[in-house]
T-cell receptor, first 114, second 110 residues
Framework: EPEVTQTPSHQVTQMGQEVILRCVPI?????FYWYRQILGQKVEFLVS????????KSEIFDDQFSVERPDGSNFTLKIRSTKLEDSAMYFC????????????FGSGTRLTVV | RKEVEQDPGPFNVPEGATVAFNCTYS??????FFWYRQDCRKEPKLLMS???SGNEDGRFTAQLNRASQYISLLIRDSKLSDSATYLC???????????FGSGTRLLVRP
């Protein structure tokens, strides 16, 4: 079964540093997403990406965050100048497209900011 | 009012029991509804979509009541492996993002 792959599984970084979280979506999917889940809280939408541009973003996704699809397979989330409150599980997801099922999540990257 | 509200639980039930979870949503424009399952520190996984007519998948039955803006999940003959957090999730017609509830924790004991 196709899967969404995320690396690394766990990242520890110092406050103020930049981190890049990486994802390989399912190859024939057209929509890509980042979600986050702070420990003990609900899963929250950050951003969706389609046709090489952001299609929707939440209030959480401020100037500190950016996404990129640098090649045909990778989808990255960059967090500049990390803060303690950025510590969370970050999930990448992809879906085939309009009206079609198959929204698939990756296993997540646990980001710890110290 | 929260977009999606769920009783956090935990629901602690013996193996073989039937258990039901409810979820309410605030936006009547919500179009698609799902139940996801999340194991501790793992990604959410789709359990089932929820259709207006109600639908069943093995031991799991989902119902949607648009007039009252709630959805439900019934689990029959609970197994130890059903222990997890069950997430009520919806999607608006105009968007592809998923909106998650905080989840209901289920513990199935031997």
């Amino acid at each position: 079964e196709p899967e969404v792959t995320q690396t690394p599984s766990h990242q520890v970084t110092q406050m103020g540093q930049e981190v890049i979280l990486r994802c390989v979506p399912i190859s024939n999917h057209l929509y890509f997403y980042w979600y986050r889940q702070i420990l003990g809280q609900k899963v929250e939408f950050l951003v969706s990406f389609y046709n090489n541009e952001i299609s929707e973003k939440s209030e959480i996704f401020d100037d500190q965050f950016s996404v990129e699809r640098p090649d045909g397979s990778n989808f990255t989330l960059k967090i500049r100048s990390t803060k303690l409150e950025d510590s969370a599980m970050y999930f990448c997801a992809s879906s085939p497209g309009q009206g079609r099922p198959g929204y698939t999540f990756g296993s997540g990257t646990r980001l710890t900011v110290v | 009012r929260k977009e999606v509200e769920q009783d956090p639980g935990p629901f602690n039930v013996p193996e073989g029991a039937t258990v039901a979870f409810n979820c309410t949503y605030s936006n009547s424009a919500s179009q698609s509804f799902f139940w996801y399952r999340q194991d501790c520190r793992k990604e959410p996984k789709l359990l089932m979509s929820v259709y207006s007519s109600g639908n069943e998948d093995g031991r799991f039955t989902a119902q949607l009541n648009r007039a009252s803006q709630y959805i439900s999940l019934l689990i029959r003959d609970s197994k130890l492996s059903d222990s997890a957090t069950y997430l009520c999730v919806l999607r608006m017609d105009s968007s592809y993002k998923l909106i998650f509830g905080s989840g209901t924790r289920l513990l199935v004991r031997p």
